[in-house]
């Protein structure tokens, strides 16, 4: 048989998804093809759906705008994605739509994978840094995951607040405080767009000392080597870049499409050598 996939949301022309879709569909020698359906947001997403059906793909992601808008055309979603109220991985079968969120759990495996030792530790000390949609996917990805301490930072403590709200093991704090304290995190994962091209000078946060072995993390990964990870690299962290997250939500839908799990191995260092160009 022969997969078809794809992707919805805008702007998506530059998307990464294409290649390393194609790597996985090589790399466990399957047929397939993985296209890209740019939807305008002038456009009716009803009737751009639609003529999405009618492709009977077997499946397709969802980016930014639609990972919310999604959810009202679909026939079913999975227990965490209905938590987080997010889609971006779609299951087409049996003529029904299956929701699924792989952007957070992606992230943990990428965490996890590069650095098994430490993160065996459920009691390590984690900063999530920012509080908007990609911090609460990973934030439910570590709860899911089993980590224990947990501590979301943001410029406005009110979305900290609200995305901590009734979970035991987390708490919310301002960025300043978590400065005070940074010395005390074994896991620091910056989650928002601060950092990214063109605003390379940018950093959500200052670093003048870290633990020792502490994990830096970027979800940034245009540059790779963010203006923070520079800083924290300079004091020693062990650093975790970007765009290892792309790959691993990416591996984890691809296994709800198909059921195979596609070996990684060299894909981070390749998906580095196209970001660079
Ligand atoms: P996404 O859905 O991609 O995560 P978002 O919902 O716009 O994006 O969330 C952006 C996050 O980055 C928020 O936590 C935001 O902080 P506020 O809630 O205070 O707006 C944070 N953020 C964005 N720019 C920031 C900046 N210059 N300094 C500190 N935090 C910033």
Redesign the pocket.
């Known amino acids: 048989m022969s997969f078809t996939f794809g992707l919805i949301g805008y702007p998506i022309k530059h998307s990464l998804s294409p290649w390393i879709h194609e790597q996985f569909l090589n790399r466990t020698n399957q047929e397939g093809t993985y296209t890209i359906f740019e939807i305008n947001p002038k456009d009716s997403f009803a009737d751009e759906l639609d003529k999405l059906r009618q492709r009977n793909l077997d499946g397709f992601n969802v980016t930014v705008p639609y990972k919310e808008e999604i959810i009202a055309y679909l026939d079913e979603v999975d227990a965490y994605a209905q938590k987080i109220g997010a889609v971006n991985t779609v299951l087409c079968k049996d003529g029904k739509w299956i929701g699924y969120n792989t952007d957070g759990l992606g992230y943990v495996r990428a965490l996890e994978g590069k650095y098994p030792a430490i993160t065996a530790d459920k009691e390590k000390k984690i900063l999530v840094l ?6 609460k996917g990973i934030y439910h990805a570590l709860i899911e995951s089993g980590y224990e301490h947990i501590t979301v930072a ?3 403590l009110d ?1 900290a607040i609200a995305l901590t709200n009734q979970q035991e093991a987390s708490k919310a704090t301002t ?1 300043e405080k978590a400065v005070e304290a940074i010395t005390t995190f074994d896991i620091i994962i910056q ?4 950092g990214m091209k063109p605003n390379t000078n ?1 950093v ?1 946060i200052e670093f003048r000392e870290l633990k020792q072995e502490v994990i830096v993390s970027d979800i940034v990964y245009q540059p790779l080597m963010t203006k923070m990870l520079q800083q924290a690299s300079t004091l020693g962290a062990n650093i975790h870049f970007g765009h290892t997250m792309l790959l691993y939500q990416a591996q984890y839908a691809y296994e709800i499409w198909t059921g195979i799990e596609p070996n990684m191995d060299e894909l981070d260092e390749a998906l580095q050598q196209v970001l660079e160009g």
């Open positions: 920012g509080a908007g949609g990609a911090a943001n410029r406005t979305k960025i989650t928002s767009s601060v940018d959500i």
